[in-house]
T-cell receptor, first 116, second 114 residues
Framework: DAGVTQSPTHLIKTRGQHVTLRCSPI?????VSWYQQVLGQGPQFIFQ???????GRGNFPDRFSARQFPNYSSELNVNALLLGDSALYLC???????????????FGDGTRLSIL | AQSVTQLGSHVSVSEGALVLLRCNYS??????LFWYVQYPNQGLQLLLK??????LVKGINGFEAEFKKSETSFHLTKPSAHMSDAAEYFC????????????FGSGTKLNVKP
């Protein structure tokens, strides 16, 4: 079975632009979460979505938004890009609506976003 | 508020030596605890998790971790390091009262010397 897939793998943008990152969860998984991993740091939680609804949000500005589609895939949008948005963006999927201990998250390989 | 502290951003061991990676958390209520491994240019792979029950948890690739409530710790160990264990390791917590958030430590890079 395919794992979590993310596209694109690499992206270069300039300040002020916007970007859309895409994630397809593991088949049968209904929950998708997004994380930002700045070089040298651990992943920071951005959003969790389940059944097309936002179920959790981290401490990120409103420039960050996301949505989930009926097929459970998801998009992360970032507007007015800043240099500090350069990071690896990770998507994770899990079967249920809440992150229980018996439903650990499965991560994709991420999208490397570079802002010039 | 939840926080996760991983002591030592870099740990170096010889092949065959004991691996010990430290993780402490702060939480008023014992959370769910996880260890993930990340290889270069890849996402995170779950090594093991603690939810409830037995405090010594065994994971993949010979790793194990012990939950110590009194010490608010969840250290990761492996009796004998292998070259393939060289990677970055992240400890993470999910509050048991708010499953919709997940907090990672800053990571520990493990180097294994031949």
């Amino acid at each position: 079975d395919a794992g979590v897939t993310q596209s694109p793998t690499h992206l270069i943008k300039t300040r002020g632009q916007h970007v859309t990152l895409r994630c397809s969860p593991i088949s049968g998984h209904k929950s998708v979460s997004w994380y930002q991993q700045v070089l040298g740091q651990g992943p920071q939680f951005i959003f969790q979505y389940y059944e097309k609804e936002e179920r959790g949000r981290g401490n990120f500005p409103d420039r960050f938004s996301a949505r989930q589609f009926p097929n459970y895939s998801s998009e992360l949008n970032v507007n007015a890009l800043l240099l500090g948005d350069s990071a690896l963006y990770l998507c994770a999927s899990s079967p249920g609506s809440i992150i229980r201990g018996n439903q650990p998250q499965h991560f994709g390989d991420g999208t490397r976003l570079s802002i010039l | 508020a939840q926080s996760v502290t991983q002591l030592g951003s870099h740990v170096s061991v010889s092949e065959g030596a004991l691996v010990l990676l430290r993780c402490n958390y702060s939480s008023s209520v014992p959370p769910y605890l996880f260890w993930y491994v990340q290889y270069p240019n890849q996402g995170l792979q779950l090594l093991l998790k603690y939810t409830t029950g037995a405090t010594l948890v065994k994971g993949i690739n010979g790793f194990e971790a012990e939950f110590k409530k009194s010490e608010t710790s969840f250290h990761l160990t492996k009796p004998s390091a292998h070259m393939s264990d060289a990677a970055e390791y992240f400890c993470a917590v999910s509050p048991s009262y708010n499953f919709n958030k997940f907090y990672f430590g800053s990571g520990t890079k493990l180097n294994v010397k031949p």
